[in-house]
């Protein structure tokens, strides 16, 4: 059985962040804490798009259940 990974595919991460409708600065400043799943090529970040948006997602669910709010 194949992996979902292989399928997978990398964009720049100014793509991703219109498709995450997030500032772009904010989800680089996120890639270069390594907040955010993202790899360095050269000046510029790539990531995958379901990584990224689960991480964030994750995330969000951490600081909601933080605040005595139960997710999911």
């Given at each position: ?39 360095r ?13 689960a ?18």
């Amino acid at each position: 059985m194949e992996s979902n990974q292989h399928n997978r595919r990398l964009i720049p991460l100014n793509t991703a962040a219109r498709a995450l409708r997030v500032p772009f600065r904010w989800l680089r400043a996120e890639a270069e804490a390594k907040r955010v799943p993202a790899l360095r090529a050269g000046d510029r970040f790539v990531c995958d798009l379901q990584a990224v948006e689960a991480a964030l997602l994750e995330r969000a669910q951490q600081a909601t259940a933080g605040e005595g709010v139960r997710v999911g």
